[in-house]
């Protein structure tokens, strides 16, 4: 007779991505981009589309973008080769936590990102973005004129959350 023993697995999961992946990101104005916890790139104007090459095996992207001035009118935008994009998938805040950018950090309070538009609608006030999946959206917090600092972050992999041993 083989015992079932149901465990729960609070890591990720240890593969990763199965291959690297290319993408581009920008937002209204800075943008800093983190894989895994390492700062891997910034753009410093929104007019600018930030590439982006992320490593196989990695698990987590987060980003942090902040507006110049508020009224803000923010929004970030990313499409990956791997159909990868900006949407409600991704998870949102304003609040700042320390080690939001690591790969372990357990975001499971943050809300989900809002769509302020998809790029091939071509929204308004940011128009149709070049360079981007069609199927894209513009994300921010729910109100995108006064949240002037907002940080998400995206799971590349699903995290591991039940496992049988026998």
Not at 52 to 60: D, L, M
Not at 109 to 114: E, F, K, N
Not at 137 to 142: G, K, Q, S, V
């Amino acid at each position: 007779m083989h015992e079932s023993i149901v465990f729960n697995c609070y890591n990720e999961c240890l593969s990763g991505l199965k291959s690297a992946i290319k993408g581009n990101l920008t937002c209204s104005f800075y943008l800093d981009v983190y894989v895994d916890g390492q700062k891997t790139g910034y753009n410093e104007n929104h007019n600018n589309i930030g590439h982006q090459i992320i490593a196989a095996g990695s698990s987590v992207i987060a980003v942090k973008c902040r507006c110049k001035i508020p009224p803000c009118g923010g929004t970030i935008l990313a499409s990956f080769d791997n159909g990868l994009v900006t949407d409600g998938s991704w998870k949102c805040t304003t609040i700042l936590q320390p080690g939001w950018y690591y790969k372990n950090f357990d975001d499971s309070q943050w809300q989900s990102a809002i769509s302020h538009g998809v790029n091939r609608d071509n929204p308004m006030p940011w128009g149709k973005k070049d360079g981007f999946s069609d199927e894209a959206h513009f994300i921010w917090t729910d109100n995108y004129n006064s949240d002037h600092v907002v940080y998400c972050r995206k799971r590349l992999v699903e995290k591991c959350t039940t496992g049988e041993q026998t």
